[in-house]
């Protein structure tokens, strides 16, 4: 379930959209925007579904941006993290509901640091206006896709090291070497920008 869901809202929930504008974007020469995420290149542990379905999106997009050529451009964003569902810790959960659960999330983002929608859109804005294939910010997220491409042992290692505890999952995952580093410096206060700090823990969405 967590699969499907995933699939129909990032990756189906992108194509159908190109799909019924195709025709007016060609007629325009217009540019399509995409939104993927650096983890559809740089796998991160506990987030597999997530990971494939963007991993997706920026496959079909590079197809279709050979396919189209100079008719349409093709944008494909590949954001690190920053003020979304995803840091807010809002998902779908066990029982098939979604909701927010700050644990999961302080496990997921662990001590990197969060950016603000508001940057991200000025860099995405100037990026498109310069017909730019690729946009990955903060930019210190550029070094993994260079590692990725030279390393991807080093990029397995860290990541599993980094985001799964040595008990494996038994413990929740509450024992992920993120989670404790955002617990040791007191991360959240200057990593996490205010809109994300303090959500309802696993309040459902009703």
């Known amino acids: 379930m967590a699969a499907e869901y995933m699939q129909d809202l990032n990756f189906w929930g992108a194509v159908y959209p190109t799909y019924f504008a195709l025709p007016y974007l060609k007629a325009s020469r217009g540019n399509i925007v995409v939104t993927a995420s650096v983890a559809g290149r740089v796998p991160t542990a506990r987030m597999s579904f997530y990971n494939a379905s963007k991993g997706a999106v920026i496959r079909f997009y590079e197809t279709l941006r050979a396919e189209l050529g100079s008719h349409v451009h093709v944008t494909i964003l590949t ?8 840091t807010k810790g809002k998902g779908l959960q066990k029982d098939g509901h979604v909701g927010i659960d700050e644990e999961a999330r302080d496990i997921n983002v662990g ?14 804005v100037a990026s498109v ?4 294939y690729y946009v990955t910010w903060p930019g210190w997220y550029w070094p993994f896709h260079m590692v990725m491409c030279a390393a991807p042992e080093l990029v397995d290692w860290f990541s599993r090291t980094f985001y799964v505890s040595k008990s ?4 929740g995952g509450g024992g992920a070497l993120s989670k404790k580093i955002l617990e040791a410096v007191g991360g959240k206060k200057f990593l996490y920008p205010q809109t994300i700090r303090s959500q309802t823990a696993m309040a459902p969405n009703n």
């Open 79 to 86: 954001p690190g993290y920053v003020v979304s569902n995803l």
């Open 111 to 124: 001590p990197m640091p969060v950016g603000k929608t508001e940057s991200l859109a000025e860099v995405v």
């Open 129 to 132: 206006r310069r017909r730019d």
């Open 168 to 171: 494996g999952d038994q413990d």
